[in-house]
Protein backbone atom coordinates (compact mmCIF):
# COMPACT_ATOMS: atom_id res chain seq x y z
CA UNK A 1 0.00 0.00 0.00
CA UNK A 2 2.71 2.17 0.67
CA UNK A 3 3.60 2.88 -3.38
CA UNK A 4 0.20 4.94 -3.15
CA UNK A 5 1.59 7.40 -1.46
CA UNK A 6 4.00 8.56 -4.48
CA UNK A 7 1.23 8.71 -7.09
CA UNK A 8 -0.92 10.96 -7.38
CA UNK A 9 -2.45 14.34 -9.19
CA UNK A 10 0.22 17.27 -9.72
CA UNK A 11 -1.53 19.12 -7.06
CA UNK A 12 -0.88 16.41 -4.96
CA UNK A 13 2.93 16.63 -5.94
CA UNK A 14 2.69 20.92 -5.41
CA UNK A 15 1.26 20.22 -2.28
CA UNK A 16 4.01 17.89 -0.58
CA UNK A 17 6.53 20.25 -2.49
CA UNK A 18 5.69 22.99 -0.44
CA UNK A 19 5.40 21.43 2.37
CA UNK A 20 8.72 20.13 2.10
CA UNK A 21 10.13 23.71 0.91
CA UNK A 22 8.58 24.67 4.48
CA UNK A 23 9.98 21.98 6.32
CA UNK A 24 13.32 23.16 4.78
CA UNK A 25 13.21 26.86 6.47
CA UNK A 26 12.51 24.71 9.13
CA UNK A 27 15.45 22.82 9.26
CA UNK A 28 17.50 25.64 8.77
CA UNK A 29 16.33 27.27 11.85
CA UNK A 30 16.74 24.39 13.70
CA UNK A 31 19.99 23.39 12.88
CA UNK A 32 20.63 27.41 13.78
CA UNK A 33 19.65 26.72 17.45
CA UNK A 34 21.37 23.43 17.07
CA UNK A 35 24.54 25.27 16.97
CA UNK A 36 24.21 28.59 18.61
CA UNK A 37 21.31 27.12 21.99
CA UNK A 38 17.90 28.06 22.79
CA UNK A 39 19.05 31.14 23.27
CA UNK A 40 17.45 32.15 20.44
CA UNK A 41 14.13 31.38 21.25
CA UNK A 42 12.02 33.90 23.43
CA UNK A 43 12.18 31.42 26.66
CA UNK A 44 13.97 33.07 29.83
CA UNK A 45 14.73 31.86 32.66
CA UNK A 46 11.76 31.94 34.25
CA UNK A 47 9.37 30.63 31.48
CA UNK A 48 11.90 27.41 30.66
CA UNK A 49 9.15 25.54 28.72
CA UNK A 50 7.61 28.00 25.35
CA UNK A 51 5.92 27.62 22.29
CA UNK A 52 7.21 24.10 21.28
CA UNK A 53 5.94 22.62 25.13
CA UNK A 54 2.79 24.13 24.25
CA UNK A 55 2.79 22.49 20.84
CA UNK A 56 3.34 19.43 22.01
CA UNK A 57 0.17 20.04 25.00
CA UNK A 58 -2.18 21.08 22.60
CA UNK A 59 -1.15 18.22 19.80
CA UNK A 60 -1.15 15.32 22.55
CA UNK A 61 -5.03 16.13 22.65
CA UNK A 62 -5.25 16.02 18.88
CA UNK A 63 -4.10 12.18 18.98
CA UNK A 64 -6.10 11.10 21.89
CA UNK A 65 -9.15 12.17 20.28
CA UNK A 66 -8.95 9.15 18.29
CA UNK A 67 -10.49 7.56 20.80
CA UNK A 68 -13.95 9.13 20.19
CA UNK A 69 -13.68 6.66 17.19
CA UNK A 70 -12.27 4.16 18.64
CA UNK A 71 -15.55 3.42 20.88
CA UNK A 72 -18.17 3.99 19.29
CA UNK A 73 -16.71 1.87 16.52
CA UNK A 74 -15.25 -0.97 18.30
CA UNK A 75 -17.08 -1.15 21.72
CA UNK A 76 -20.75 -0.40 20.80
CA UNK A 77 -20.98 -1.65 17.18
CA UNK A 78 -21.20 1.74 15.51
CA UNK A 79 -20.98 1.08 11.99
CA UNK A 80 -20.97 4.51 10.62
CA UNK A 81 -17.79 5.21 12.34
CA UNK A 82 -15.81 2.17 10.38
CA UNK A 83 -15.48 4.50 7.08
CA UNK A 84 -13.63 6.67 8.71
CA UNK A 85 -11.63 4.91 11.84
CA UNK A 86 -9.05 4.47 10.06
CA UNK A 87 -8.38 8.34 8.74
CA UNK A 88 -8.53 9.29 12.60
CA UNK A 89 -5.84 6.79 13.62
CA UNK A 90 -3.77 8.29 10.83
CA UNK A 91 -4.19 11.62 12.58
CA UNK A 92 -3.17 10.58 15.70
CA UNK A 93 -0.16 9.12 14.08
CA UNK A 94 1.04 12.44 12.38
CA UNK A 95 0.26 14.47 15.56
CA UNK A 96 2.43 11.76 18.45
CA UNK A 97 4.73 12.16 15.78
CA UNK A 98 4.83 16.04 15.76
CA UNK A 99 4.50 15.88 19.41
CA UNK A 100 8.16 13.91 19.84
CA UNK A 101 9.75 16.56 17.57
CA UNK A 102 8.68 19.36 19.16
CA UNK A 103 10.25 17.68 22.45
CA UNK A 104 13.38 16.89 20.25
CA UNK A 105 13.19 21.12 19.79
CA UNK A 106 12.54 22.08 23.56
CA UNK A 107 15.81 20.09 24.70
CA UNK A 108 18.03 21.84 22.60
CA UNK A 109 20.07 19.00 22.17
CA UNK A 110 18.36 16.01 20.89
CA UNK A 111 20.83 13.29 22.35
CA UNK A 112 19.57 14.27 25.98
CA UNK A 113 16.27 12.67 24.64
CA UNK A 114 18.68 9.17 25.39
CA UNK A 115 19.08 9.72 29.23
CA UNK A 116 15.26 8.53 29.43
CA UNK A 117 16.05 5.50 28.25
CA UNK A 118 19.94 5.24 29.23
CA UNK A 119 19.02 6.54 32.78
CA UNK A 120 15.30 5.04 33.54
CA UNK A 121 13.44 6.80 36.07
CA UNK A 122 10.31 5.52 37.17
CA UNK A 123 9.52 8.38 39.43
CA UNK A 124 9.24 10.68 36.62
CA UNK A 125 6.59 11.61 35.18
CA UNK A 126 8.76 12.65 31.96
CA UNK A 127 9.64 9.00 32.17
CA UNK A 128 5.83 7.81 31.90
CA UNK A 129 4.80 10.32 29.61
CA UNK A 130 7.55 8.99 26.80
CA UNK A 131 6.22 5.52 27.78
CA UNK A 132 2.67 6.23 26.64
CA UNK A 133 3.77 8.62 23.70
CA UNK A 134 5.79 6.33 22.41
CA UNK A 135 3.23 3.41 22.89
CA UNK A 136 0.37 4.86 21.82
CA UNK A 137 2.16 6.03 18.16
CA UNK A 138 3.13 2.22 18.00
CA UNK A 139 -0.59 1.33 18.36
CA UNK A 140 -2.24 3.47 16.17
CA UNK A 141 0.54 2.35 13.30
CA UNK A 142 0.04 -0.77 13.90
CA UNK A 143 -3.49 -0.78 14.03
CA UNK A 144 -4.83 1.85 10.88
CA UNK A 145 -2.29 -0.04 8.93
CA UNK A 146 -3.75 -3.49 10.00
CA UNK A 147 -7.08 -2.68 9.58
CA UNK A 148 -6.81 -1.04 6.18
CA UNK A 149 -4.87 -3.63 4.50
CA UNK A 150 -7.73 -6.04 5.69
CA UNK A 151 -9.91 -3.91 4.45
CA UNK A 152 -8.38 -3.87 0.85
CA UNK A 153 -7.82 -7.33 0.67
CA UNK A 154 -11.43 -7.77 2.22
CA UNK A 155 -10.71 -10.25 5.01
CA UNK A 156 -11.38 -9.86 8.85
CA UNK A 157 -8.90 -7.99 11.21
CA UNK A 158 -5.98 -10.50 12.50
CA UNK A 159 -7.16 -11.82 15.81
CA UNK A 160 -4.16 -10.62 17.46
CA UNK A 161 -5.00 -6.91 16.67
CA UNK A 162 -8.03 -6.85 18.76
CA UNK A 163 -6.15 -6.61 21.98
CA UNK A 164 -4.50 -3.79 20.72
CA UNK A 165 -7.61 -1.66 19.88
CA UNK A 166 -8.73 -2.61 23.22
CA UNK A 167 -5.36 -1.46 24.59
CA UNK A 168 -5.50 1.71 22.49
CA UNK A 169 -8.61 2.89 24.16
CA UNK A 170 -7.28 3.06 27.85
CA UNK A 171 -3.49 4.67 26.10
CA UNK A 172 -5.52 7.23 24.35
CA UNK A 173 -6.72 8.41 27.87
CA UNK A 174 -3.27 7.85 29.66
CA UNK A 175 -1.42 9.99 27.11
CA UNK A 176 -3.33 12.89 27.86
CA UNK A 177 -4.04 12.27 31.37
CA UNK A 178 -0.21 12.24 31.95
CA UNK A 179 0.40 15.17 30.17
CA UNK A 180 -1.90 17.08 32.43
CA UNK A 181 0.70 15.35 35.19
CA UNK A 182 3.61 16.78 34.44
CA UNK A 183 2.11 20.29 35.21
CA UNK A 184 -0.36 19.56 38.57
CA UNK A 185 2.71 17.78 40.22
CA UNK A 186 4.46 21.11 40.09
CA UNK A 187 3.74 22.33 43.47
CA UNK A 188 5.47 25.81 42.83
CA UNK A 189 2.73 26.92 39.98
CA UNK A 190 -0.03 27.71 41.44
CA UNK A 191 -2.14 27.95 37.85
CA UNK A 192 -1.77 24.31 36.94
CA UNK A 193 -2.04 22.93 40.66
CA UNK A 194 -5.40 21.88 40.22
CA UNK A 195 -7.28 18.40 40.20
CA UNK A 196 -9.39 19.38 37.42
CA UNK A 197 -6.45 20.04 34.89
CA UNK A 198 -6.62 16.74 33.55
CA UNK A 199 -10.58 16.49 32.73
CA UNK A 200 -9.93 20.29 31.05
CA UNK A 201 -6.84 18.58 28.96
CA UNK A 202 -9.63 15.79 27.85
CA UNK A 203 -12.48 17.62 27.54
CA UNK A 204 -10.08 20.12 25.45
CA UNK A 205 -8.99 17.10 23.50
CA UNK A 206 -12.11 15.39 22.62
CA UNK A 207 -13.35 18.95 20.85
CA UNK A 208 -10.21 19.65 19.03
CA UNK A 209 -9.49 16.57 17.75
CA UNK A 210 -12.78 15.72 16.67
CA UNK A 211 -13.41 19.17 14.66
CA UNK A 212 -10.09 18.71 13.11
CA UNK A 213 -10.70 15.38 11.73
CA UNK A 214 -14.85 16.86 10.24
CA UNK A 215 -12.66 19.48 8.84
CA UNK A 216 -10.39 16.58 7.23
CA UNK A 217 -13.53 14.92 6.32
CA UNK A 218 -15.14 17.77 4.50
CA UNK A 219 -11.45 18.75 2.38
CA UNK A 220 -11.16 15.14 0.98
CA UNK A 221 -14.99 15.08 0.06
CA UNK A 222 -13.80 18.00 -2.29
CA UNK A 223 -10.94 16.75 -3.45
CA UNK A 224 -11.28 12.87 -3.76
CA UNK A 225 -13.81 10.68 -4.57
CA UNK A 226 -14.23 9.28 -1.42
CA UNK A 227 -16.99 10.26 0.87
CA UNK A 228 -16.43 10.27 4.79
CA UNK A 229 -20.75 10.43 4.95
CA UNK A 230 -22.86 12.39 6.24
CA UNK A 231 -23.75 10.79 9.29
CA UNK A 232 -20.22 10.17 10.46
CA UNK A 233 -20.11 13.89 10.64
CA UNK A 234 -22.72 14.88 11.93
CA UNK A 235 -21.99 12.19 14.92
CA UNK A 236 -18.86 14.12 15.28
CA UNK A 237 -20.29 17.55 15.60
CA UNK A 238 -21.69 15.98 18.55
CA UNK A 239 -19.47 14.79 20.23
CA UNK A 240 -17.41 18.46 19.65
CA UNK A 241 -20.66 20.02 20.61
CA UNK A 242 -20.53 18.20 24.21
CA UNK A 243 -17.27 18.34 24.66
CA UNK A 244 -16.32 22.02 24.23
CA UNK A 245 -19.82 22.86 26.70
CA UNK A 246 -17.67 20.78 29.04
CA UNK A 247 -14.26 22.41 28.42
CA UNK A 248 -15.93 25.77 28.71
CA UNK A 249 -17.73 24.83 32.48
CA UNK A 250 -14.29 23.11 33.33
CA UNK A 251 -13.05 26.87 32.53
CA UNK A 252 -15.11 28.55 34.56
CA UNK A 253 -14.83 26.18 37.25
CA UNK A 254 -11.78 26.98 37.73
CA UNK A 255 -12.52 30.73 37.97
CA UNK A 256 -14.73 30.29 40.51
CA UNK A 257 -12.79 28.62 42.67
CA UNK A 258 -9.85 30.99 41.63
CA UNK A 259 -11.51 34.11 42.51
CA UNK A 260 -13.60 32.70 45.58
CA UNK A 261 -11.28 31.85 47.66
CA UNK A 262 -8.78 35.07 46.76
CA UNK A 263 -5.27 33.43 46.87
CA UNK A 264 -2.60 35.50 44.97
CA UNK A 265 -0.80 32.68 44.03
CA UNK A 266 -3.38 31.09 41.96
CA UNK A 267 -5.66 34.30 41.07
CA UNK A 268 -2.71 36.33 39.33
CA UNK A 269 -2.32 34.01 36.56
CA UNK A 270 -5.82 34.18 35.60
CA UNK A 271 -5.60 38.18 35.65
CA UNK A 272 -2.57 38.00 33.49
CA UNK A 273 -4.10 36.21 31.01
CA UNK A 274 -7.36 38.15 31.26
CA UNK A 275 -6.73 41.53 32.20
CA UNK A 276 -3.45 42.04 32.14
CA UNK A 277 -1.16 42.29 35.72
CA UNK A 278 1.18 45.05 36.69
CA UNK A 279 1.10 46.65 32.88
CA UNK A 280 1.98 43.59 31.31
CA UNK A 281 -0.56 41.83 29.06
CA UNK A 282 0.58 40.58 25.74
CA UNK A 283 -1.71 37.74 25.59
CA UNK A 284 -4.67 39.50 27.30
CA UNK A 285 -6.55 40.04 23.41
CA UNK A 286 -5.77 36.43 22.93
CA UNK A 287 -7.08 34.91 25.40
CA UNK A 288 -10.63 36.74 25.11
CA UNK A 289 -10.76 35.68 21.33
CA UNK A 290 -10.30 32.36 22.43
CA UNK A 291 -13.34 33.00 24.95
CA UNK A 292 -15.29 34.25 22.12
CA UNK A 293 -14.63 31.97 19.74
CA UNK A 294 -15.52 28.77 21.74
CA UNK A 295 -18.64 30.31 23.18
CA UNK A 296 -19.82 30.91 19.20
CA UNK A 297 -18.81 27.90 18.69
CA UNK A 298 -21.01 26.59 21.29
CA UNK A 299 -23.96 28.34 19.67
CA UNK A 300 -23.67 26.82 16.46
CA UNK A 301 -23.24 23.54 17.43
CA UNK A 302 -25.38 23.25 19.80
CA UNK A 303 -28.86 24.68 17.74
CA UNK A 304 -29.25 21.44 14.93
CA UNK A 305 -30.31 23.32 12.31
CA UNK A 306 -26.76 25.45 12.25
CA UNK A 307 -25.17 22.49 13.14
CA UNK A 308 -26.35 20.30 10.22
CA UNK A 309 -25.66 23.11 7.79
CA UNK A 310 -22.17 22.33 6.68
CA UNK A 311 -21.21 25.82 6.05
CA UNK A 312 -21.66 26.61 9.27
CA UNK A 313 -20.73 23.45 10.78
CA UNK A 314 -16.96 24.27 8.96
CA UNK A 315 -17.11 27.73 11.05
CA UNK A 316 -18.04 26.41 14.13
CA UNK A 317 -15.37 23.58 13.59
CA UNK A 318 -12.67 26.18 12.80
CA UNK A 319 -14.00 28.45 15.85
CA UNK A 320 -13.44 25.06 18.35
CA UNK A 321 -9.79 24.51 16.58
CA UNK A 322 -8.37 27.78 16.82
CA UNK A 323 -10.30 28.52 20.19
CA UNK A 324 -8.80 25.51 22.34
CA UNK A 325 -5.47 25.81 20.48
CA UNK A 326 -5.39 29.19 21.68
CA UNK A 327 -5.72 28.32 25.36
CA UNK A 328 -3.83 24.96 25.60
CA UNK A 329 -1.14 26.64 22.40
CA UNK A 330 -0.43 30.27 24.23
CA UNK A 331 -1.88 30.72 27.31
CA UNK A 332 -1.75 27.35 29.25
CA UNK A 333 2.22 27.35 28.85
CA UNK A 334 2.98 31.16 29.66
CA UNK A 335 0.06 31.52 32.04
CA UNK A 336 2.03 28.59 34.29
CA UNK A 337 5.08 30.31 33.91
CA UNK A 338 4.04 34.19 34.47
CA UNK A 339 4.11 35.55 36.89
CA UNK A 340 7.06 33.43 38.20
CA UNK A 341 6.79 32.06 42.28
CA UNK A 342 8.04 35.96 43.17
CA UNK A 343 4.96 37.56 41.52
CA UNK A 344 7.75 38.81 39.28
CA UNK A 345 6.36 38.97 35.52
CA UNK A 346 8.67 38.61 32.58
CA UNK A 347 6.56 37.62 29.73
CA UNK A 348 6.89 35.29 27.05
CA UNK A 349 6.93 35.80 23.49
CA UNK A 350 8.33 33.25 20.97
CA UNK A 351 10.70 35.03 18.31
CA UNK A 352 11.14 34.61 14.93
CA UNK A 353 13.18 31.08 14.52
CA UNK A 354 11.41 29.21 17.14
CA UNK A 355 8.11 30.29 14.82
CA UNK A 356 9.36 28.69 11.60
CA UNK A 357 10.66 25.68 13.94
CA UNK A 358 6.95 25.19 14.67
CA UNK A 359 6.29 25.91 11.57
CA UNK A 360 8.87 23.48 9.99
CA UNK A 361 7.39 20.82 12.35
CA UNK A 362 3.69 21.42 11.49
CA UNK A 363 3.95 20.93 7.69
CA UNK A 364 6.32 17.37 8.48
CA UNK A 365 3.00 16.41 10.54
CA UNK A 366 0.76 17.80 7.80
CA UNK A 367 3.05 15.62 5.34
CA UNK A 368 2.58 12.52 7.11
CA UNK A 369 -0.85 13.09 7.50
CA UNK A 370 -1.67 13.71 3.99
CA UNK A 371 0.40 10.83 2.47
CA UNK A 372 -1.30 8.61 5.25
CA UNK A 373 -4.75 9.87 3.97
CA UNK A 374 -3.97 9.40 0.55
CA UNK A 375 -2.81 5.51 1.22
CA UNK A 376 -5.82 5.22 3.37
CA UNK A 377 -8.37 7.17 0.60
CA UNK A 378 -7.19 5.19 -2.37
CA UNK A 379 -7.83 1.63 -0.67
CA UNK A 380 -11.12 2.85 -0.14
CA UNK A 381 -11.63 4.08 -3.68
CA UNK A 382 -10.39 0.37 -4.84
CA UNK A 383 -12.59 -1.44 -2.23
CA UNK A 384 -15.73 0.42 -3.40
CA UNK A 385 -14.93 0.49 -6.84
Same mark, same amino acid.
Given at each position: ??????????????????L????????A???????????????????????????????????????????P??????K????I????E????????????????D??????????????? $??S???????????????????G????????????V??????????????????????????????????????I?A???????????????I????????????????????? %???????????????? %???????F????????????Y??? *?????G?????????????????????????R???????I?C??????????? *????????????????????? $????????????Y???????????????????????
Open positions: MLETAFKGTKGYFRWMAAIGVIGVGACYFWQLTFGLGITGMSRDVSWGFYIAQFTFLVGVAASAVMLVIYYLHNYAFGKTVLGFLAVASVTMCLLFILALGQPMRALNMILHPT $PGILFWDMIVLNGYLFLNIVIWMVLEAERNEVKAAWVKPLIYLSIPWAVSIHTVTAYLYCGLPGRGFWLTALPRFLASAFAAGPSLLLLCLVVRKISHFDPGKEQIQS %LAKIVAYAIILNVFFL %LCEVFVVYSNIPEHKDHLLLFV *GLHGHVLVPWMWTSIGLMLLAILLLVNPYTKDETILTAVCVFIGTWIDK *GLGMISGGFVPNPLHHVNEYV $PTLPELMITLGVAIGILILSALFKIAITVKGEVSS
